[in-house]
DNA sequence: ACTGCTTCCGAAAACGATTACGGTCTTATA
DNA sequence: TATAAGACCGTAATCGTTTTCGGAAGCAGT
């Protein structure tokens, strides 16, 4: 490992020297700047990152919680890779890196939380899988960590998130299938507490009711998020009676099982049922095609780092005028099944 | 930020007994011990990262590398988030922490390890997606820094790896499609330069020899890593003439887009080609459901963390005498697709 | 009372970087 | 020429830990 004393040592000029050319400070001379750059890429000088963040407090990095395990948040890895990407464009303009924080499906998100920021591990965080009311805000705005969420929570301490837009997704959803003729809609709801569950029953109830229907409550499944959970939620929708003539559903991971649920069941969906979904990779490779709704991740990603950077005092310059709170609008993308 | 300062002048006595108390060494009472356990829970005090490690030469976490960006690895959705959660019951039993290091899409992924190693960040690696020839091998070698690899490589330093049995899963698939009647069996190649390909498709040449058969090269198939380029490949396989009875994948990412692929072509995936692949989540949701190798990822990455612990100097006295190369078998589940 | 042995704890030196401060050397100006 | 200013660089403090070393206190044995 060649540090800061063994460059310093080879240039024959002082470690202070050595650190303030590097780090673009002024008051080093210019062909000394250029040896230094030169020796530390021959060299291949980098800075320690414990020395370095122990002297400035700072890590240069933001970390992206998530949840591992067999049973993921409510997306699947293409999902956060797709995000990550966007994200990182951003962060690297800044030297800063992302790293996933894995949080095991064994150990209290919040204790794991707690730990890390304690530790000081990462500069600011970004959270997702938010659940309807999330400690983990309180425990980041306590200690004072700059956060953004993907997700919103009734807990709210001030700081940005950026939501997908749920409400419209309910909206245009249910206005095709009123259009349509259905009448009795149920919809899957995602596991566990996710706030976006709660956001997106509730606007469906809202639009239901401008059209003089009801959102019946028999008709509100559970199902697990897995390929699985849709298969066994399917038998369940179809051996009700009476049965909704359409189902919607926010959780992208389990349509496949929901399909195969369905057929073996009797119930055919786009012609027996119709449903409207999120998308996933598989969605339009689907029979029918899965009518479901679609966003850039990416460029989510990119505006995900954006907010955030807009709260970390040494970058806000950069990103000022930036709003706090973003609903990311979806598209929807026409399928035969809804 | 309470620090190991105050905890120290909150219970008046020094730093160093403090330290020596938490970190379990034996030259202290039981009486003080106690009430630094006990005010240190009080006060939320943990030891900050860079601080300790700075000391330590060591930071307690290990990396596990993957690259970003929206055509991921050749794993596709729970794959690493079921391997990280086996990982993780293993690391967390000696207090070490699992972190994602995200390599850009538009980053080198050469580069990228060699800042993150040079910066200290990890004690140790866990590398994916290894190529035929791997450079990460040697640069993670020449540092001397503890890693494993899922995968294999040409390129070879002496250190452990465990790959997919992708030679057991040649010689099963070619066996059953051959007494299943088939002669001219195609291949799917998965995407880039990882070594698994060539490994399959060795082995799927000497066992189709061994019953006088061979490996039409013409029926080697190329395809992007997603939904889309299984539903491509798919079509280009249904227009070649003569056209394989059969196809084997290794890639499990683009099944559903290839049966779709097949369908629109008016070929039928089990009645008129056979398919064989890995499994994922959506495979047995299939129709018809997909005859697929699959294997207990959990399981994987425990092993793999306690492989990696076994040439980590600190760690290995607990896990001596583990091979250091493993080939881990799949078990196949015998679908209706081939 | 002296020695030797434990047991416990404090003092201080690392670890590798950044940065405030001050010193030296050059150059410009009176 | 003397002096001030500016450019450049070295010295040393500092961040929060861990760990080595040695000292103090207590006790037992002679």
């Known amino acids: ?6 460059l310093a040592d080879y240039l024959d000029i002082s470690i202070g020297t050595v650190s303030r050319a590097l780090n673009g400070k002024a008051d080093v001379n210019a062909e000394t700047r250029r040896r230094v750059l030169e020796a530390a890429e ?3 000088y980098v ?5 370095r963040s122990l002297r400035k407090g700072s890590t240069g990095v933001v970390g992206f919680m998530m949840q591992t395990g067999p049973e993921i948040n409510s997306q699947g890895d293409a999902f956060f890779m797709s995000v990550f990407d966007g994200v990182q464009t ?20 919040y204790a794991y939380l707690q730990r890390t920021v304690a530790r000081g591990f990462a500069d600011a965080i970004i959270l ?5 009311n999330d400690a983990r805000f309180e425990l980041l705005h306590r200690h004072n960590i700059p956060f953004i969420s993907l997700g919103r929570s009734l807990t709210d301490v001030g700081q940005p998130w950026i939501d997908l837009d749920f409400e419209g997704m309910a909206e245009v959803a249910i206005e095709r299938l009123v259009k349509a ?13 996710l706030n976006l569950g709660y956001v997106f029953a509730d606007r469906c109830r809202e639009v239901l009711a401008e059209h003089g229907l009801t959102l019946n409550e028999d008709h509100i499944f559970r199902a697990k998020p897995s390929e699985a959970g849709g298969y066994a939620v399917a038998h369940e929708i179809a051996s009700r009676s009476p049965r909704p003539s359409a189902i919607v559903l926010v959780n992208e991971i389990l ?6 649920g369905f057929e073996d069941a009797g119930v055919k969906p786009g012609k027996d049922i119709a449903i409207i979904g999120r998308y996933s990779p598989q969605a339009q490779y689907l029979s029918p095609a899965l009518t479901c709704f679609t966003l850039s991740l990416r460029d989510l990603g990119i505006s995900l780092a954006e907010h955030l950077l807009s709260v970390i005092p040494d970058y806000q310059s950069h990103y000022v005028g930036q709003t706090s709170r973003v609903i990311w609008p979806m598209t929807l993308i026409e399928g035969t099944s809804g």
């Open 1 to 6: 490992m060649t540090g800061i004393r063994q």
């Open 42 to 44: 021959k060299l291949g």
């Open 47 to 51: 800075p320690n990152q414990s020395g």
């Open 90 to 109: 951003v962060l690297s303009r800044h030297k800063l890196d992302l790293v996933a924080l894995l949080c095991s499906s064994n150990e209290d998100p």
């Open 128 to 132: 997702s899988a938010t659940r309807r």
């Open 181 to 193: 003729g259905h009448r009795d809609i149920g919809i899957i709801w995602p596991h566990g507490d």
């Open 255 to 260: 349509v496949t099982g929901l399909y195969k």
